[in-house]
């Protein structure tokens, strides 16, 4: 089980509508960043996605976008194939990391902090 869905357990509970799982992303004008944890290594990427060309619509009900790409980091060499489903206002639906995982802003600035 990923951390994404132990979160999603923990909010699953709450009734509230859609079932964004909040705190994966950092808004930035026409970007966002989501960012993921390679397993191999431990890194942190940062990953910005344009809103306005590399956000797809969806193909089928159940979530407004998603992204589906090859996410490397700088400290070795796993490629990890990323599709992170979104809804209309482009929070994290849904993920599914082959090699990694994504975490949530607040660890993200944890571990730069540390
Ligand atoms: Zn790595």
Known sequence: MGIFEKI????S??????????GYTRHDG????VYIRCDRCGEVIPLRLRKTDEMARSEEPG?????????????CFNRMDTRIEFDK???????????????????????RSE
Do not use: C, W
């Open 8 to 11: 999603k357990e923990l909010f």
């Open 13 to 22: 509970g709450s009734g509230q509508g859609p079932k964004a799982v909040g």
């Open 30 to 33: 026409q970007g966002l960043y």
């Open 63 to 75: 979530y407004e976008f998603f992204v589906q790409k090859l996410v490397m980091g700088n400290q």
């Open 89 to 111: 206002r482009h929070e994290v639906l849904h993920s599914d990391i082959k090699g990694g995982s994504l975490v949530t802003v607040q660890e993200y600035e944890q571990l």
